[in-house]
């Protein structure tokens, strides 16, 4: 099997992983929240106008410190609506797994036995020092 294969097999193999199907499942739960999508395009519509007018020569303090506000009031709500809830944390554990694998394949091109390299866990691998890091999962 060469590599091109193998990566494919291993693409599959996610798309029946359970956080796969469990993001899948919260993303169209989304997709579908016409209330959710509505805050959605008023905060893309408040971050377009924040952005114009910072833009601006002599942009004007107080619109954009009312934009700000607004954001962050729409942000909220957002982020209290229980399908985004749920997406974030699906997306969280998507992203989880995929860091784990990545470190797998890192591991392995560094000369790593594949049948036994195990990535150490962010606790152990984390020096505190974020300008070596390659990320946090």
Known sequence: MDVITAVRALGAAIQEDERYLAFM?????????????????????????????????????SKLEGMDAEFREIYGQIMLNE??????????DVDGMMNYLIQILTLCVNGDDPATCEPQAQEEACGGNCASCGGCG
């Open 25 to 61: 499942k919260a993303k169209e739960a989304n997709d579908a929240d016409i209330a959710l999508n509505g805050l959605i395009g008023k905060l893309n519509l408040i971050q377009l106008s924040y952005q114009n007018e910072a833009s601006k020569e002599e942009p004007d303090q």
């Open 83 to 92: 399908n985004m809830r749920k997406y974030e944390e699906a997306k969280n």
